[in-house]
């Protein structure tokens, strides 16, 4: 079920602006992270974009940590981008050998990744530079007819990355239509409170040019 | 009897196959082609999310109609994003068996399987041609990385109206 949100509330509402874009940060900005991801570098973003600004709001806050997690999501799609090109490798060394079929994509598939990775063993080096061979293929070959091949996937995370700036410019434009709006009202305030006072300059003349 | 001989009867069995027949069973497949409800319009305004972020959001100067807005709109943003979150982290899984066979090679498998309700010749060609058009399809589909980023491409579209909502509802507010 995909419908439920994940994260709750849990704000005072008299609380004092800055404590309560401190308690929202748990509740907008609890990641979802794959195993792999630190959360430690997620809040981090997270930081260092709220100092950029003076005095978040609670809707601000919730804002920027929408942003954080577009940023998060382009450096997700852009390791994608990598493994769609290993991916297709391995697909391609897997066609071009005629006897890698029978012994699996899997293998050949983590084996080229710890060979890409610089990480694999002997054995795994040896299994690989044998396909090349039977593929009559350099590596640099391998990956130019593997970005042929996974065009159309690469071509695909690449929108995704495009979404994902095109939805942080609209999170900047809110951001930044929330702060005019927080600026005006202070600057009305101002003018009202010097519209006031001097109306109440102008009450106290007028009362002593009265005469007693 | 051997692995690939196994899986190939298993699935030559499971065409036979006619579907759910009672009625629990067809309710649940009913619900297979489901994939993330985001056509769906859900009511955010029973819930306590929305009705604390609207206190909130009325105090910072918006009116009532623009706070109800924005917070239906962050939620809504919200609920597609952990739709893009579930699609990405659990794309349909790779059929390894499908994808790496050797059908011409599983031809005399097939003859065997469909011998006793007496095949000819024409019912293995077509068993074949069927297996190997089910096939193209899944390498077409390519690894668990392609398949995300295919899966995790259609939910474009909900995740540029949902902020293009939330962004309206707050410029506008």
């Known amino acids: 079920m995909l419908y439920n949100i994940h994260f709750s509330i849990d704000v005072d509402v008299a609380m004092p602006v800055e404590d309560k874009s401190k308690s929202l940060l748990p509740f907008l900005s609890s990641p979802k992270l794959l195993p792999d991801e630190s959360e430690a570098e997620f809040q ?12 978040p709001s609670p809707l601000a806050v919730a804002l920027v940590s929408q942003l954080n997690e577009c940023l998060w999501w382009i ?83 690449d929108d ?33 409170a010097a519209l006031e006072l001097k109306q109440s300059v102008k009450e106290v003349s007028s009362l002593d040019a009265k005469p007693s | ?17 006619t579907g759910p027949r009672s009625v629990a069973g067809k309710r649940v497949s009913s619900q297979n082609s489901r994939k993330h ?23 910072e100067g918006f009116s009532a109609f ?45 003859s065997e399987l469909l011998s006793p309700s007496g095949s000819e010749p024409q019912d293995v060609r077509e068993m074949a041609a069927f297996f190997a058009s089910m096939q193209r399809q899944e390498r077409r589909k390519g690894g668990p990385v392609s398949r995300r980023s295919s899966d995790t491409h259609k939910l474009i579209r909900y995740q540029r109206n949902g ?11």
């Open chain 1, 75 to 157: 450096k997700r799609h852009t390791v994608d981008k990598e493994l769609l090109l290993h991916e297709a490798m391995a697909r391609l060394l897997s066609r071009e050998g005629s006897n890698w079929m029978g012994s699996g994509n899997s293998k050949l598939s983590v084996a080229l990744e710890h060979y890409l990775g610089g990480s694999a063993h002997k054995d795994e080096v040896d299994f690989i530079d044998q396909a090349l061979t039977e593929a009559n293929l350099t590596l640099s070959d391998l990956r130019a007819k593997a970005f042929k091949d996974a065009a159309r996937h690469i071509k695909m995370v």
């Open chain 2, 66 to 110: 623009a706070c109800a807005d924005i917070a239906s709109g962050l939620l809504n943003y919200r609920r597609v994003m952990d739709a893009y979150y579930d699609t990405y982290t659990s794309p349909e899984p790779v059929d390894e068996f499908m994808r790496d066979m050797n059908v011409k090679a599983s031809n005399p498998i097939f």
């Open chain 1, 160 to 192: 995704l990355i495009h979404r994902q700036h095109q939805t942080m410019r609209h999170l900047q434009r809110s951001i930044d239509s929330i702060d005019y709006k927080s600026r005006l009202i202070k600057r009305m305030d101002l003018e009202l």
């Open chain 1, 44 to 55: 981090s973003g997270l930081q260092s974009l709220l100092s950029e600004l003076d005095n």
């Open chain 2, 1 to 17: 009897m051997p692995n690939h001989r196994r899986n190939l009867a298993n699935r030559c069995n499971a065409l036979k196959s």
């Open chain 2, 37 to 59: 409800g985001l056509n769906s319009s859900p009511d955010f305004e029973c819930s306590c999310e929305y009705r604390a972020l609207v206190e909130l959001i009325a105090e």
């Open chain 2, 163 to 173: 902020i293009a909502r939330l962004s309206r509802a707050i410029r506008q507010g």
